[in-house]
């Protein structure tokens, strides 16, 4: 990788945080919290968030706000949390063993939005921020589950987002839309969760920028063939981040404001109710952020927020062929390059 006069003065930056790093990306994520819910009650024009502020005996805290019964959307909560602490969890202490003997602070808002109308796609964000002693990181990312998908729709979200990275590194994109393919894929049904999106994670300045577990798959391909890029300071990637968490209501709400009047039948409620089930299943079975959340004691109806109010199993499904249930899978829930994708002639 060629490495720019810019580029090499950025690499002699300081990686370490601002004196007031804390306070500062606390404020940020307070401020997505804010923006977000806003703009969610404008668009559903028919319930508020009801919040519950909720403190930590260890230390910390945090905002939940739910929204129920909404006109479009049935269940959705965006949370902010802070919580700090002496003891590391497990989770952390496996990435990082340096950070033994350090109290940990860990910052963040997340989301999870359940429509009612199957025609609009369940969504997910989620920026964090963690500093425990010399040991600090930025993680997160923004992905789309549809049931009733839409190509152009598919498209938007990624183009936004990959519009957000490219303003910071072109290669963040290309790695972290693969990462998010990878992260959110559900082993036991060898299937993608949903359209993807972004993920990344221990982003410290250092290193390759992927940072994941699957380093024979191809965020961890691509990310080595790019080598290790010029040091990124820690006000680089804050900026990033912010740039990433204030993409999402311009990524999503288009679609949303768009689809949320469709007509639908039972049918289509009865699959979108099944396929719901998919997101309960890597909630509780892979996502990183359950577990940090209930390992680290944080509030148990803030974590599992992002549970869908109403699913159903069924035994054995097999969509029929040539059907939109059928399409979904064939197409919709296999890597694709959206930000790239042309409607047809």
Not at 39 to 45: F, N, P, Y
Not at 83 to 107: C, M, N
Not at 179 to 197: I, S
């Amino acid at each position: 990788m060629t490495v720019s006069p810019i580029d090499a003065i950025s690499s002699q930056k300081s990686s370490q945080p601002s004196a007031n790093s804390k306070a500062r990306v606390k404020e940020f994520m307070q401020q997505l919290q804010d923006e977000i819910c806003t703009a969610l009650e404008q668009l559903d024009a028919g319930n508020t968030f009801q919040e519950d502020s909720w403190e930590r005996e260890e230390g910390g805290g945090g905002r939940s706000r739910v929204l129920r019964e909404g006109n479009v959307f049935e269940q959705g909560g965006v949370n902010f949390s802070e919580v700090w602490g002496e003891q590391l969890p497990p989770s952390i202490l496996k990435q990082r063993p340096e950070a033994d003997g350090h109290g940990f602070f860990a910052t963040g808002t997340s989301m999870v939005l359940h429509p009612r109308n199957p025609y609009v796609p369940t969504v997910h964000l989620n920026y964090r921020y963690f500093e425990a002693g010399p040991v600090w990181w930025f993680g997160g990312g923004a992905d789309l589950t549809p049931y009733y998908p839409f190509a152009e729709d598919a498209a938007h979200f990624h183009r936004t987002f990959k519009g957000a990275c490219d303003r910071h590194n072109s290669h963040y994109y290309k790695v972290f839309k693969r990462w998010c393919d990878e992260y959110f894929y559900l082993k036991h049904r060898q299937e993608m969760r949903g359209v993807g999106g972004l993920f990344f994670d221990y982003q410290d300045g250092r290193g390759e920028l992927y940072r994941g577990p699957h380093v024979d798959k191809s965020a961890a391909a691509y990310s080595k063939e790019l080598g290790v890029p010029p040091q990124r300071s820690w006000e680089e990637l804050f900026a990033f981040v912010t740039d990433c968490g204030r993409s999402f209501l311009p990524a999503y709400l288009p679609i949303a404001q768009k689809r949320h009047q469709t007509e639908y039948r039972d049918r289509e409620r009865n699959f979108q109710l099944y396929r719901r089930g998919r997101y309960v299943e890597f909630n509780l079975v892979y996502d990183r952020g359950t577990i940090f959340g209930l390992q680290t004691n944080g509030r148990t109806e803030s974590i599992l927020m992002s549970l869908p109010p109403l699913v159903r199993w069924e035994y054995g499904y097999q969509p029929q062929p040539n059907t939109p249930e059928a399409e979904l899978y064939e197409v919709f829930l296999k890597p694709q390059d959206w930000a790239n994708w042309q409607p047809s002639a």
